[in-house]
């Protein structure tokens, strides 16, 4: 099956220097290149840049805190824009990472081997189904990396993480939006809009930033009429807020992917450690695929992409039951206030099963995103997500979720 994925080793290598370079060009501050630029009196970068770099624009993160309270000249506000654990850190991370720091001077271990042991064991998976990236993000694009060639075709049911669409372009592929029907992946529409051309599809389960979610039965079904050669990528980076039993919704846990990995040769399940366990800015997370599979990637992925810190908090983070119980119970609790809040104000929301709320406010998602901000909240506009009238917000802490309630009523009149 891999035979279409994969070319040739040639194939990839060559490719790998093109990326490189690109983003070498990238790091130089070049992005995004207005056309006339390339087109100037060198015209220089019309060698360098291809379409698709020319077409992207840069992630739009969250804003900041620091950088909010820096431009507005206040202090206290929070943030609710970009699905963090509002708890902090894992206790037990922070405790393996202060253990580990007189380490530094060397290189991490490049195959993780302490953290693929324990995922293995806690996952029931073998170590060699494992690869560990700087965050689930490098997962994603070095998938893209390893198996889709300039001109190929990748699809994925929008709106969703932006971040596939903007690596499979910075790739030279083309990415092809199924939309989502009443704001949920149907997978039926997806697999009616595979071409020949399409070699990885995306599907975010829970979906990013609508919260719906699809079952293993339903994705089961899918890989059954998917070709053998097409890669499928599930991205359950909040899949822990789904599977627990006694959800905000009454609806029967999620189950994850996890449970048909071993049955499908093209299936990459991802994961990450910056939501369940507090760990975002450390950046790690994982994939767990076929070993074939994976093999594959580990031989396009940089060999220290995973650094020490990260590697220890990680495994340390997995035996952290306590704090995982304390992450799931507020974000259960805060799913509620909200949800019954905005039930009082009767704003239309989207039933979520992830750690965060899609909301649509009469005002629009800019300019509620911007009245938010003179308050010191920081929501997340979902205009960037083709979804203008929306705004999402993640679920803080009890003091800020009521914070976030009370400027959204001021914000609105209501
Ligand atoms: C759906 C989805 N996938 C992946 C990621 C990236 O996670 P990481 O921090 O592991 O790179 C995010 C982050 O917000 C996300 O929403």
Redesign the pocket.
């Known amino acids: 099956m891999l035979e279409k994925i994969i070319d040739s080793t040639t194939q990839v290598k060559r490719y790998n220097w093109k990326q490189t370079l690109l983003y070498f060009v990238e790091s130089l501050g070049y992005k995004p290149i207005a056309k006339n630029n390339s087109q100037g009196e060198n015209g220089f970068m019309n060698k360098l840049i291809h379409q698709g770099i020319e077409e992207l624009v840069p992630y739009p993160p969250g804003k900041p805190i620091e950088e909010l309270e820096r431009e507005l000249g206040i202090k206290g506000s929070i943030k609710l824009a970009?699905?963090e654990n509002p708890l902090g850190p894992s206790p037990k991370a922070l405790e393996a990472i202060r253990a580990r720091l007189s380490t530094l001077h060397r290189y991490p271990d490049g195959s993780g081997y302490y953290l693929k042991e324990k995922l293995s064991q806690k996952l029931g998976v073998n170590p060699e189904q494992l690869i560990l990236g700087n965050?689930?993000?490098?997962i994603?694009e070095l998938s893209v990396r390893t198996f889709l060639l300039p001109g190929e075709e990748a699809l994925q049911a929008f709106p969703t993480?932006l971040?596939y669409e903007k690596v499979v372009k910075a790739a030279g592929g083309t990415m092809i939006s199924v939309p989502l029907q009443d704001l949920s992946v149907n997978l039926e529409r997806v697999l009616e809009s595979l071409t020949e051309k399409v070699k990885i599809i995306f599907l975010?389960n829970p979906n990013?930033p609508t919260g719906s979610a699809f079952t293993l039965d339903q994705l089961q079904w899918f890989m059954d009429q998917v070709p053998k050669n097409v890669l499928v990528l599930v991205?359950e980076?909040?899949i822990e807020f789904s599977t627990i039993p006694g959800q905000h919704t009454a609806e029967p846990p999620i189950k994850s992917a996890l449970g048909l990995v071993n049955r499908n040769e093209n299936l990459l399940v991802?994961r990450?450690?910056?939501k369940l366990y507090g760990l975002?800015g450390l950046?790690i997370?994982y994939g767990i695929g076929p070993s074939t599979l994976v093999d594959y990637m580990n031989r396009v992925r940089q060999p220290f992409n995973a650094n020490t810190l990260a590697q220890a908090a990680a495994t340390a983070a997995l035996d952290d039951d306590e704090f995982v119980a304390q992450t799931l119970s507020l974000t259960r609790e805060g799913l509620s206030f909200l949800k019954g809040e905005l039930d009082k104000m009767g704003l239309e929301h989207f039933p979520t099963r992830a750690n965060f709320f899609l909301i649509k406010t009469p005002i629009g998602g800019r300019e509620t995103y911007e009245r938010m901000l003179r308050k010191g909240v920081i929501v997340r506009s979902m205009e960037s997500f083709g979804l203008p009238e929306f705004i999402r917000i993640s679920v803080g802490l009890p003091n800020e979720n009521q914070r976030f309630i009370q400027a959204l009523r001021e914000v609105l009149g209501l």
């Open positions: 970009s699905n965050g689930s993000n490098e994603i993480f971040v975010c990013n991205d980076a909040y991802l990450t450690f910056s975002a950046r997370g």
